[in-house]
């Protein structure tokens, strides 16, 4: 099983790594992308992503922070150069519930990144929150160019849903689904496709039931496979299988 986006350089995770790729290894985790958000934070993921092989990285500038972290199309190329298990960019996207960056840079900052990974030929990890009609429209205008789209913690209406599927885009579930008052998130992953499905902690955030409350950790994620596959009518090995097999089809292993 894999985890398609976690946070191993915020804390308690980072201060608690050995710990956790232990207890990831021990259920079964053979993958972690763990996950830009700013300058500072890719300088970490360049340590971490050498501490074990299963553990992979990307770069990208979060929608919160794209005002004091501005990166050019060509930073963010040069930046994913470095290393052969950065294997995505973002994450990216449009924040308009938070706003903590002016909607504008969002925007021109999720089209930098998502030219990067055309350019890249590697998948582009959305945000998006309050801006399904921003996100959709931007992502359509660079169908044409047929980027590799990953909606990161996917929370979005089935409508929205429905439009993305025509770009392909690839759908991450987080914990979120686990939640009780998630009934028509729960009822839109019922209608993605199979072979559009992700999985994801998000962690140190958003743990699933029953570990709500707590620090979220990679190891976690059987929790929302378990859901997922309920959701799906499918075993735990068999939604574990789908959901490794379209990340290891979307994401590239240089």
Do not use: W
């Not at 885009?169 to 009822?187: C, M």
């Amino acid at each position: 099983m894999i985890d398609s986006h976690c946070h191993l350089d915020h804390e308690p995770l980072n201060e608690n790594i050995d710990l956790i790729i232990e207890r990831s290894k021990k259920i079964g985790l053979t993958k972690l992308l763990t996950i830009s958000t700013t300058f500072e934070s890719f300088k970490k993921i360049l340590d971490i992503i050498k501490i074990d092989p299963i553990i992979f990285g990307t770069f990208g500038i979060h929608p919160h922070e794209t005002e004091k972290n501005v990166a050019s199309k060509n930073l963010i190329i040069e930046n994913i150069n470095l290393n052969k298990k950065l294997i995505g960019v973002g994450e990216t996207g449009l924040d308009f519930y938070y706003n903590h960056s002016n909607k504008m840079v969002q925007i021109k900052s999720f089209e930098t990144h998502i030219e990067a990974a055309i350019d890249l030929n590697l998948p582009i990890i959305v945000h998006s929150r309050n801006a399904e009609k921003e996100t959709f429209e931007i992502l359509n205008s660079y169908k044409n160019n047929k980027p590799k789209i990953l909606m990161h913690c996917f929370t979005g209406s089935k409508e929205f849903a429905k439009k993305l599927i025509d770009i392909n885009s690839f759908f991450s579930a987080s914990g979120i689904i686990t939640f009780k008052n998630s009934i028509d998130l729960q009822e839109t992953f019922k209608t993605i496709p199979l072979n559009r499905l992700l999985i994801e902690t998000d962690s140190p955030y958003l743990a699933p039931i029953p570990m709500r409350g707590k620090k979220n950790e990679p190891s976690f994620i059987k929790y929302t496979l378990e859901k997922l596959g309920e959701l799906r009518s499918l075993s735990f090995d068999k939604i574990t299988e789908i959901t490794t097999n379209n990340f290891d089809k979307l994401f590239s292993f240089r």
